[in-house]
């Protein structure tokens, strides 16, 4: 799909690129036909996109959709189609998270050196599954299920896809997904070893 010259969407170096937070820029890339809205088969295609397999892109489609449709509808029904809105995504935060963005989706670089501060012990430049874990039960909040679901499976789903060969989460890597860059270089990644292939 072509983006249009005025997309807001993934990498696009228009002026309504320029307006969005960075929570915003996280979610666009999967707002695939640039419209601001991110249905159900959108989510899908993304994670695809970005190497998920089918099931865990189907299931994160059904999550993902469900859960932040009814949370970033500007008070309409999100029945039946489960359309996430990209304007209103700060309004999606869940509980148990690192606080890396505020609640206006804007990036606070302070909480971002403090996860690596706090819990890259073995490599101050990177997190193992181990200090991913711990990272993960210190971010707990109380009676927050939800929350500590939704981080569980956020920063799982990103280590498995982008560790390094010794196991490690790069801190440049997280930084890249807390923008959206990384959803567009694993994109371009997966479309060339498609090419290869």
């Known amino acids: 799909m072509a983006s249009s010259p005025s997309s807001p969407r993934r990498g696009s170096e228009g002026e309504e690129e320029a307006n969005l937070t960075p929570l915003q820029k996280h979610v666009a890339f999967f707002d695939r036909n640039n419209d601001g809205v991110i249905y159900p088969s959108e989510t899908y295609q993304g994670c695809r996109a970005i190497g998920c397999g089918v099931v865990l892109s189907a299931v994160s489609a059904v999550f993902i959709n469900g859960f932040l449709s009814v949370k970033t509808n500007p008070g309409k029904s999100p029945f039946p189609h489960f359309p996430i809105y990209v304007k209103n995504i700060q309004k999606g935060k869940h509980g148990s998270d690192s606080g890396v963005y505020d609640s206006e989706g804007r990036f606070v670089a302070s909480k971002f050196e403090e996860i690596f501060q706090k819990h890259a012990k073995t490599n101050p430049e990177a997190l193992s599954s181990k200090e991913l874990k711990e990272m993960l039960k210190a971010n707990r909040e109380p009676n927050d ?11 799982r789903m990103l280590y498995n896809l982008c560790k390094d060969k010794e196991g490690f989460l790069r801190k440049d890597t997280v930084r890249a997904v807390y923008d959206g860059s990384l959803f567009l270089k694993l994109e371009k990644e997966r479309q060339s070893s498609v090419k290869k292939a």
Do not use: I, M
Not at 145 to 155: D, I, L
């Open 145 to 155: 299920r939800k929350g500590r679901f939704a981080a569980w499976t956020e920063w």
